[in-house]
C-alpha cells in the first residue's frame, strides 16, 4: 500500500552544498524531517552539479519519512550564465544588459525539455526566449521557424 502524503516543499538549493541552514533547515524542521538524512542525499545525488542552483520538490510522508525530486536549474539562472550577467534589467522594457543566440536558446531548451509543459523544442525555445525578454535579454537573429 502507498504511503500516505503529508506535504510537499519546494526548495531552491545550490547543488553539492545543502547544509542545516536558512532555507533547508526551518522548512524541513517544520515538517518534523531528518534534516541532516536529507542534506546528506541531496549532496550525494548533486555532487556532479555542485555549484549550480537546482528546484528540489520535497515529498514528505505521515510517518516523517521523504523521498525528492531534483529539476534542472531554471531557465533564468542558465540565461545569465550563456549571457555572462550578474542580474537581470530592473526595466527589461526599456534596458537590454545582455544578448543571446537562437543556439544558447535552444541548447537550453533542449536541457529543460523535461521540466517543462510542452512537447515541441520550437515552444520550449519560445518559453526560453520569453524567460530572456522578461529578464532583459536580447535574443538575437530571427527565430528558426520563421525561415
Known amino acids: 500500500m502507498a504511503k500516505e502524503i503529508g506535504a510537499l516543499i519546494k526548495l531552491q538549493v545550490k547543488g553539492g552544498s545543502a547544509n542545516p541552514a536558512p532555507p533547508i533547515g526551518p522548512a524541513l524542521g517544520a515538517k518534523g524531517v531528518n534534516i541532516m538524512e536529507f542534506c546528506k542525499q541531496f549532496n550525494a545525488r548533486t555532487q556532479d552539479k555542485a555549484g549550480q542552483v537546482l528546484p528540489v520538490i520535497i515529498t514528505v510522508y505521515t510517518d516523517k519519512s521523504f523521498d525528492f525530486i531534483v529539476k534542472t536549474p531554471p531557465a533564468f539562472i542558465q540565461l ?19 544578448t543571446v543566440t537562437w543556439d544558447q536558446v535552444r541548447k537550453i531548451a533542449e536541457g529543460k525539455m523535461v521540466d517543462m509543459n510542452c512537447f515541441t523544442i520550437e515552444s520550449a525555445m519560445k518559453m526560453i526566449a520569453g524567460s530572456a525578454r522578461s529578464a532583459g535579454i536580447n535574443v538575437e537573429g530571427s527565430a528558426p521557424w520563421e525561415n
Open 80 to 98: 545569465m550564465e550563456v549571457a555572462k550577467i550578474q542580474k537581470g534589467s530592473a526595466e527589461s522594457n526599456r534596458k537590454k544588459v545582455g
